[in-house]
């Protein structure tokens, strides 16, 4: 089988090239990737290349294949795994492994095997931990965007509480509480605003931070502040840069209580810092954005820890219990991954894509390996539309599902675009 792969060899160094795979053993499977969403993780792996502690030495002369968030069909199932494993089964991958007391990780280990890439070679540790699950569900994307969004829920099961009168921890978020997520309409920002709002505990009052008015005006748009009132959540935006003093701004939202959960998602000291200034008693700070900085440090009241019995934790990726949690609430409609994409690309165009993306705008960036797509705003569709009839019904359809990714959308590329052009 003949692969089109985007293949690391070092610092910087993607590359999009052809290859024959390898006929599979009798306790591998062979896949075909329909979407890859592309992680920010997999920017600073390919920033940092063999010195990343999840990527093999010598990639210089056996490159691995990115990519880990990752949906497609089984093609060929070896004999030892036919009992499971059918031809024509959807997937969806959990990429962290550890396998016989060994890590693995799909997207960093190996040759064969990743997401970006029209066909792979899945190794018989994927089976043998029971990452490659089945999904039942339409839509691929939702099963990329399984991976990142069992990273936010796996950051809400992390997060814990004390109880009154035993050192016993209670685990998640606090049920009806105060939550923050600062720096949160970003992409992550928006699974984790849907997913703190339709989970099956839910604040209730949840403040969304940023900086950025494009992007919290778009997260007000998609989560308006009158829904989550239904469901009893009082929802606030806030635009940091509008105040002098933020953390007292914030904790006015709170007559003074102070909040329950924070949740930091940029790698900014001040930000933390600001979670430190916000919490209540018993409050807990989750870390949920991983910094490339190794120095990346932040002042924190010790005194609070102490009187104020507050806490802090870091948490990165999510367990397969997260990914089968978040392809059950996707399958229900109670979350939209979609909420986190606004770009759309082929497979040509996941290079640019991984090794720009801190410095392109908006959210999710979103590909298919099996067609060639420049990266396109979904925004842009309409304006692409006037030379480009598939542009144009692209943009019909996402402007009919509040100009967001949808099933539909996903079909009608599939099955419509020319699958070696954009033109």
């Excluded at 010598?58 to 990519?67: M, R, T």
């Excluded at 069909?73 to 070896?78: L, P, R």
Aim: charged share 20%.
């Amino acid at each position: 089988m003949i692969t089109k792969a985007v293949r690391m060899y070092g610092e910087n160094d993607l590359r999009l090239e052809e290859f024959a795979l390898p006929a599979i053993k009798e306790d591998e499977i062979l896949v075909k990737v329909i979407s890859d969403s592309i992680c920010m993780s997999t920017y600073k792996e390919s920033r940092q290349g063999a010195n990343h502690k999840r990527v093999p030495e010598g990639i210089d002369k056996h490159p691995i294949i990115v990519g880990h968030e990752t949906a497609g069909n089984i093609v060929e199932v070896g004999r030892k795994w036919q009992h499971k494993y059918h031809v024509g089964d959807k997937f969806s991958l959990q990429p962290a492994l550890v396998y016989q007391g060994i890590s693995h990780t799909v997207g960093y280990s190996y040759e064969n095997c990743g997401g970006a890439c029209t066909y792979a070679v899945v190794p018989a540790e994927v089976m043998h931990t029971d990452s490659l699950l089945r999904y039942e569900g339409k839509a691929y994307y939702e099963a990329s965007l399984s991976e990142p969004m069992s990273c936010i829920i796996g950051a809400f099961h992390a997060s814990y509480h004390n109880t009154a009168g035993k050192y016993e921890h209670a685990m998640g978020i606090k049920k009806n509480g105060v939550m923050a997520i600062l720096a949160g309409a970003g992409p992550m920002g928006m699974g984790t605003i849907d997913y703190a709002l339709h989970g099956d505990i839910c604040p209730g009052v949840l403040v969304i931070t940023d900086i950025d008015s494009g992007r919290l005006k778009r997260a007000e748009r998609i989560f308006p502040v009158e829904e989550a009132g239904k469901k009893g959540i009082a929802l606030h935006f806030v635009n940091m840069s509008d105040f002098d003093k933020p953390a007292e701004h914030l904790r006015s939202l709170t007559n003074g209580h102070g909040f329950d959960d924070v949740f930091v998602l940029a790698p900014v000291s001040e930000v933390i810092e600001q979670a430190d200034q916000i919490l209540s008693y018993d409050g807990c700070i989750n870390f949920f954005s991983g910094p490339i900085d190794a120095n990346l440090s932040a002042k924190i009241n010790f005194y609070n820890i102490h009187y104020n019995s507050i806490h802090m934790l870091g948490t990165s990726g999510g367990y397969t219990s997260d990914m089968v949690e978040s392809l059950t609430l996707s399958a229900q409609k109670r979350i939209n991954p979609a909420v986190m994409i606004t770009h759309i690309c082929g497979i040509d165009g996941i290079i640019d894509t991984t090794l720009k993306l801190p410095h392109i705008p908006g959210g999710k960036k979103l590909s298919y390996p099996q067609i060639e797509m420049e990266l396109t705003a979904i925004e842009d569709f309409a304006q692409k539309g006037t030379n480009n009839r598939h542009f144009a019904k692209l943009a019909e359809i996402c402007g009919k599902n509040n100009d967001l990714w949808c099933e539909e959308a996903e079909a009608y590329l599939l099955n419509n675009w020319p699958a070696k052009s954009n033109k």
